[in-house]
């Protein structure tokens, strides 16, 4: 059955086949009717108006299901309208989280769109489950004059700042999603004012097109600044990294989708626009390696960064990481501590994110969540005296002004979205973007099926997706009597722990001082927490392997890459001292 289909769909989208029926049914009814048959004039009505309204469905731009799926995506609609009534048909709750909830999605759709996001009848979130948490306010609330919130990234040796929005949109490459959706996005983008990273497939002409600002994200295939052997190119990274359009250049360590696995996108995939986008042969498979081959040591991470900073003119450099192995992370912070050198900026991603396929050991199993990813991170810099130089940003299941609040209480600057703003491009969660069959135009390079996502239409929604979020954060600021949701602490959210109990979460959660990571390591205090005492002291700057303990079994090599470390301009090794 499954090869007819295959079969059928080569000749006529099987998508097409309801409205291919309705003007079938109308042929046949004129035929009857112009016949003398007297069920002709029924049928000719029947199959007339279903074959308008798919005509109409093919040349609206408002809804992509309806362009892709004419006639037939009407039943969806139709579904979600008397969805109240007829509740025992639908597997999937309101709150039911797979991996995006109902209500979740649809107060997406409703910002994006401008529709009001009010809601009668109190909240339909249990209060009283365990998790539940809120955001206390004020009796003294403050009044602000704009959501337009923004944070400065740039650390102490960053000659080209940049004031960033405090959300913005995460890493999604092209090749992942469709010209069309990163034409939307970065049309969005720039009409909103935020960042739009470009993903590890580099910069692609649909992310130039509008001029929306850029953060370039730097994988480990080096795409985009990358030679005929697959290394790095300072020339080819030059070029793109002193465009005006770059603000930002992060280098992927890992991803909370599959850390530490690395990719390959199939050469039959590499379509000529990937290749030239990412610089790669048409045809050849497009490899992304498990790990980076310009540096293998913490120090060397750090030298690198530095070396990109001063090519690029002195624009904000930082990494993205989801966390792993603990002592890895150390190891970087000690690198900072022995060369002086910083990032500008951290991006850290939990494990509960990503927008592209993994395998599913990958989703369910590695990589450490974004509350405590995000928490080790920051807890570490201040611990360290190091927070100040750095900025962080925050990415894993962030769609709403509350998870905006959250990640900021935990340590955040800023939050990255990248299924959010998926969903402000028509997203419905068919969950099919390995597929090249989704039924919206976001995730795939049909050229058909993406025609269907309408770019101005789309544009429009994410930018009033953005716009209407930060005006509900803004709404949450000042209703808990603040000024910037970077005012936003963990002495500010509550969380239900047990039927009758809550706690703060400066209470559950542990938070370090300035400076008193630096003083257990002299001797001179406790250890804060028992991760630094078991992991702090393996670390090591000069390599991601840990030190060997005391009686511990030889630990089998691993074949750490060793690189050589290209000489920098003596300003820029110096730089930070």
């Known amino acids: 059955m499954l090869s007819w289909l295959m079969k059928i769909d080569g000749l006529i989208p099987v998508r097409y086949l309801t409205l291919a029926g309705f003007a079938c049914a109308a042929l046949l009814g004129a035929l009857g009717w112009w016949r003398g048959h007297g069920a002709g004039p029924w049928l000719l009505l029947v199959g007339g108006a279903g074959t308008l309204l798919g005509v109409r469905d093919l ?61 009668p009848f109190g909240t339909q979130v249990d209060v009283h489950a365990e998790g539940h948490e809120w955001i206390n306010h004020s009796l003294a609330p403050t009044t602000l004059d704009s959501h337009d919130f923004r ?6 040796n960053c000659l080209q700042p940049y004031s960033a929005s405090v959300f913005n949109i ?51 295939g080096y795409f985009g600044c990358r030679d005929a052997q697959g290394r790095f190119s300072e020339e080819k990274f030059v070029a793109n990294a002193t465009s005006a359009q770059v603000k930002l250049i992060e280098i992927k360590l890992s991803q909370g989708a599959k850390p530490g696995h690395g990719g390959v996108l199939p050469g039959p995939k590499v379509t000529p626009e990937i290749a030239e986008t990412r610089g790669v042969a048409v045809g050849e498979d497009c490899v992304s390696p498990a790990a980076h081959t310009e540096f293998g040591t913490p120090v060397e991470l750090l030298l690198f960064l530095s070396r990109l900073r001063r090519l690029s003119g002195g624009k904000p450099v930082g990494f993205k990481l989801c966390i792993g192995h603990p002592w ?68 894993g299941k962030i769609v709403s002004a509350f998870d905006i ?54 544009i429009e929604r994410v930018a009033r ?20 949701p970077g005012e936003i602490t963990a002495a500010h959210i509550v ?77 820029a090794e110096n730089a930070g001292r």
Request: with cysteine; charged share 20%.
């Open 59 to 119: 040349r609206q731009t408002q809804r992509s299901v309806l362009r892709n799926y004419p006639v037939l995506g009407h039943m969806r609609y139709w579904l979600e309208f008397i969805r109240p009534e007829i509740r025992q048909y639908f597997i999937e709750s309101d709150n039911e989280a797979a991996p995006f909830s109902r209500q979740q999605r649809s107060l997406v759709y409703q910002r994006a769109k401008g529709d009001p996001d009010k809601r």
């Open 465 to 484: 997706y953005h716009r209407n979020t930060l005006h509900a954060l803004q709404e949450l600021v000042q209703a808990a009597g603040l000024h910037h």
């Open 405 to 458: 609040a959250r990640a900021m209480a935990l340590g955040a600057d800023w939050c990255n979205s990248a299924r959010g703003f998926m969903f402000a491009l028509g997203c419905i969660q068919a969950q099919h973007c390995h597929t090249g069959a989704c039924p919206t135009g976001v995730a795939t390079q049909d050229p058909q099926r993406q025609q269907a996502l309408a770019v101005p239409d789309k």
């Open 151 to 156: 944070v400065l990234i740039g650390g102490p």
């Open 495 to 571: 969380r239900r722990v047990a039927n009758d109990q809550v706690r703060l979460l400066r209470n559950q959660l542990c938070f370090l001082e300035p400076g008193e990571l630096l003083a257990a390591a002299r001797g001179e205090g406790d250890w804060p927490h028992n991760v630094y005492r078991v992991y702090w002291p393996i670390a090591r700057a000069e390599s991601f392997q840990p030190a060997e303990t005391e009686g511990a079994a030889p630990r089998r090599p691993v074949g750490a890459l060793q690189r050589r470390v290209v000489p920098l301009h003596p300003a």
């Open 328 to 395: 890895e992370w150390f190891a970087i912070c000690k690198a900072m501590l022995e060369t002086g050198l910083t990032p500008d900026f951290i991006v850290v991603d939990g494990a509960e994110g990503g927008t592209g396929a993994a395998p599913l050991e990958f989703s369910d199993h590695v990589g450490a969540p974004l509350q405590e990813g995000l928490l080790l991170v920051h807890n570490t810099l201040v611990g360290l005296n190091l927070r100040d130089r750095i900025r962080l940003g925050a990415s």
């Open 170 to 220: 995460s890493a999604m490459s092209f090749g992942a999603l469709s010209a069309n959706a990163i034409l939307a996005l970065n049309g969005g983008a720039k009409k909103g004012g935020f960042m739009h990273d470009t993903g590890e497939g580099s910069i692609s002409a649909y992310h130039r097109s509008h001029g929306g600002d850029l953060v370039w994200e730097i994988g480990s």
